[in-house]
Structure formats: structure tokens, C-alpha cells
């Protein structure tokens, strides 16, 4: 049986390329390795087994049902600064459970069709700031428009003090951690000292006590007054119970409302930025998707461009190529087994690489080119293309993030002509926890398109 291999480097040069050139360093040692190969950090997660081998991660995600593997909450403290200690992420066992099922219900199919309208809304609101000839900056305007959607979604918040507030300060929070220096700070928890308002850990709590005071507000103010005819999420977690017929503390709910707010809008406003990107850096993907919004006509439903395949596929592709998420969540083997014939003892931690997955050459091939054509010719399984996840862990909110996604780029690739205002090649790197391009994208408003200008219709049956 083979041993997992690792870099023969100190930890500590070993942890600098982690934190600053992810990307880099996995590829360097799946070259060295092969599939499965461990790098040490010194931290809890030491040493920390990567897997890019669709095969042992099927064993692994489905394990999570086979309670061969377990997925421990703990093991994702990483983000509890952020999210807290009763967020789904960092939640454990039952009550891990117990916060999906009460979550789930928030981002089920029908309740997709009551966002799509506030979606079309934000996203028309922005675009009108755009002037045409001036370049702008994409990664800015989908984080506005992703923020503000997830605060509509979330808070049913669309206007007033507080949320102009919480939207303001939750940017500035995501700001102080998104350096790769500052990411540090998240991996050694010994840094994280509070030496004042101007030292950057003293700078994140009080930006974070602000936020937490305007949800806590938001909180009382609901169960002070409640109405059963509000549909946000934040109204649906507070009327839902579990088998025992409790509701969500009010600790509990402010750690789901960050882990939606953080989690859920960040993520998806990179995953729009590249879009754009790839969409103008190549004229035929860009023709082809217009083509196929126009096909629908002047009046798109929400569903229509759901189902909508190369758009679809667009979407897909830029998931692989560049995906958000560098890593699954840590799975845990609880016996001794055999993984594609390596041995591993209970304890090992393993995380599965998406972004070597999303780039094996036997999956896809030249995988460093755009070719949205690949999730047309044929289907991937879940072991193969997972940039929200999987099994137990899996992105609770997948569905509204692809949604999202596809309602935006059809509102603004029918209603504008945009131009990338400069070619030259962009690049991925480490922004906080996640990947971003490492320099702004910049697109330049040429005009109106010709078709008929749209208004998204939200479905009504």
C-alpha cells in the first residue's frame, strides 16, 4: 500500500505558500505526488491530506452517510470569527442537521420565483450608475448587487438606516481579512490580539460588534411585532420549528443570518466578476449567449432563463475553471481504510482539492482554456464537478447562488453592449478564504443594445 507524500520543506515555508499562492502550490504538488499528498501548516490541521481523485472523493462524500467519514464541525473554527459558534458551517452532528433542515425550506425551488424579481430590481438599480465610455469596475458593482440582493433576501431589508448600515459595514469586515497577510491571522488563532481600533485584529471585532448590534436589533424588533406576511428569510427562520417543536435561539439566528450574509454574497459576486470576464474576453462565447437570451424574447420569465443551456454551461465553466472555493470541508476517517490504495489512520484530515479536480486533464481537457461547450457535450457527477461542495456539507445555498448568477448576466447582457476596457490575461489569487482575480476587472459601456429593452417577469405559477 503507498504513503500519502508531502513536501520536505519546514512547515513554516510550507504555510507561506499556502496562504499566499494557494493555487501554486497545490498544482506543484499534485505534479509531484499525484492525487493524494499532504502539506503541514502547524496549525490543528497538521498534517492536512488534499484529494483530487473523483473516485476517492466519491468514497469520501457518500462516506458522510456511510458514517465511515464524519465532517466535523470544529474542524471549520476557521470561519467562526465571522460566523460564530452556532452557524450550520461550524455546528456539528444533530445540530448541524437540525440548522440545515430548519434552513432549507429558505432556498427551496418555489422560493426562488420570489426572488427573481427583487434580483432584476437590484441589478437594474446598479446599471444605471454605469455611463457609458467610462470604465468601471466589475468585481464592485456584483459585490453591491450581490450584497444587496442577500440583504433583500435575507432581512427583507431594501431601504433605511440600518441597512445602509449593515451593508456598509459587512464590506468594510470582509475587507480587513481579505489580504493574504490578514488570512494569517485566521489560520494562528495567537494573532488574533486586540492591540486597539487601529490594529487590524482590534479593527475586525469592533466592525463585527457594530454588525451584531444592528441584528440583534432586527432580531427584537421581529419578535416584538411579528407579521406573517413578510417571505424573507429572516421571518422564515424565525417561524420555523424542528421535531421537538423549538425555534432558533436568538444567538442562533444571527450566526445563520452572517453565515448567508458573508457566505452568500461574496462568493457569488466573484463568480459573476470572472463571468463577465470570460464572456468579453471571448466574442464567440459572448455571441453565442446573446443569441440565446434573445431567443426568448422581450419579456424573459425567471424559469426561461433558468433552463437556459449555454447559459447554463457559461456558468458551469466559470465555476470549474477559476472555483470560488479552493476546498471541500474536512472529512475525518473514523476506522482504518484504504483510499485508491493509500492506507490512512482515523483522525487523518482530508480535504478535497476542487480546484485540481476542476483542472485534471482525463476531466477536462486543456483545462486551462474557457469552453463552456464541455457541460454541453456531456455530464459531469457530482465527484467531478463539485464548486459548491458535497455530500453533508454541500452549499446550502447552491440553487439561489446559480440562480442569482443567471438573472444577472441575462439583465445586463440583454439591456447593454460592454467591452472589456483592458485584454491582457487575469489571473486568480487568494481574497480572505476564497479566490478572486488578482487585478480589478474593468468593462466599459459602449451603448444600449438594439433588441428590445426587458423587463424580467417573475413566475407566478
Known amino acids: 500500500m503507498k504513503q500519502v507524500e508531502s513536501p520536505k520543506t519546514p512547515t513554516i515555508v ?55 467519514f464524519e465532517a466535523p464541525g470544529e474542524m471549520n473554527r476557521i470561519f467562526e470569527p465571522f460566523l460564530g459558534q452556532h452557524s450550520v458551517i461550524t455546528a456539528n452532528g444533530a445540530r448541524h442537521q437540525r440548522q440545515r433542515q430548519l434552513m ?37 458593482s456584483t459585490q453591491v448587487i450581490t450584497l444587496r440582493v442577500i440583504m433583500q433576501a435575507v432581512f427583507g431589508l431594501s431601504e433605511g ?38 490594529s487590524p485584529w482590534g479593527r475586525f471585532l469592533r466592525l463585527r460588534e457594530q454588525i451584531d448590534r444592528l441584528i440583534y436589533e432586527e432580531i427584537r424588533e421581529r419578535r416584538k411585532n411579528p407579521d406573517r406576511s413578510r417571505t424573507d428569510i429572516l421571518s422564515l427562520l424565525m417561524a420555523a420549528k424542528d421535531e421537538q417543536g423549538e425555534s432558533m435561539t436568538d444567538e442562533e439566528l444571527r450566526d445563520e443570518l452572517m453565515t448567508l450574509l458573508v457566505a452568500g454574497h461574496e462568493t457569488t459576486a466573484t463568480a459573476l466578476a470572472w463571468a463577465f470576464y470570460w464572456i468579453h474576453k471571448i466574442p464567440t462565447v459572448r455571441q453565442k449567449l446573446l443569441e440565446e437570451l434573445d431567443s426568448l424574447g422581450s419579456n424573459p420569465d425567471a424559469s426561461a432563463i433558468f433552463k437556459l443551456p449555454y447559459l447554463n454551461a457559461v456558468c458551469s465553466e466559470t465555476l470549474r ?20 490504495g493509500y492506507d490512512l489512520e482515523p483522525g487523518t484530515v482530508l480535504m478535497g482539492s476542487i480546484y485540481l ?54 439583465e445586463i447582457l440583454s439591456r447593454l453592449q460592454l467591452e472589456l476596457a ?40
Open 104 to 140: 432549507m425550506p429558505s432556498f427551496h425551488g418555489e422560493r426562488m420565483k420570489t426572488y427573481a424579481e427583487t434580483i432584476a430590481n437590484v441589478t437594474e438599480q446598479i446599471i444605471k450608475g454605469w455611463e457609458i465610455g467610462k470604465p468601471f469596475c466589475v468585481r464592485s
Open 321 to 340: 475553471i477559476y472555483p470560488v472555493g479552493m476546498l471541500t470541508f474536512p472529512r475525518i476517517p473514523k476506522v482504518p481504510l484504504q483510499l485508491i
Open 14 to 68: 510550507q504555510t507561506f505558500q499556502w496562504v499566499f499562492s494557494p493555487m501554486s502550490f497545490m498544482k506543484d504538488c499534485a505534479k509531484r505526488y499525484g492525487d493524494i499528498f499532504s502539506i503541514r501548516l502547524g496549525t490543528d490541521f497538521d498534517p492536512l491530506v488534499f484529494v483530487s481523485d473523483p473516485q476517492a472523493l466519491q468514497e469520501i462524500l457518500t462516506g458522510d452517510t456511510t458514517k465511515q
Open 161 to 198: 438606516d440600518r441597512a445602509q448600515k449593515l451593508e456598509k459595514l459587512l464590506s468594510e469586515m470582509l475587507e480587513t481579512t481579505a489580504s493574504p497577510a490578514s488570512v494569517t491571522m485566521l489560520y494562528f488563532p495567537i494573532l488574533q490580539q486586540d492591540l486597539g481600533a487601529w
Open 357 to 410: 479536480l476542476h483542472r485534471r486533464e482525463d476531466l477536462y481537457p486543456e483545462p486551462q482554456k474557457f469552453k463552456p461547450e464541455r457541460f454541453l457535450e456531456r455530464q459531469f457527477s457530482p465527484y467531478e464537478f463539485l464548486p459548491f461542495g458535497g455530500g453533508a456539507r454541500r452549499c446550502i445555498g447552491f440553487a439561489f447562488a446559480l440562480f442569482e448568477m443567471k438573472i444577472v448576466l441575462a
Open 422 to 461: 483592458d485584454n491582457r490575461e487575469i489571473k486568480p489569487k487568494r481574497r480572505g478564504l476564497v479566490t478572486a482575480p488578482d487585478r480589478s476587472i474593468q468593462l466599459v459601456v459602449k451603448g444600449e443594445r438594439s433588441v428590445k429593452s426587458r423587463t424580467l417577469e417573475a413566475v407566478s405559477s
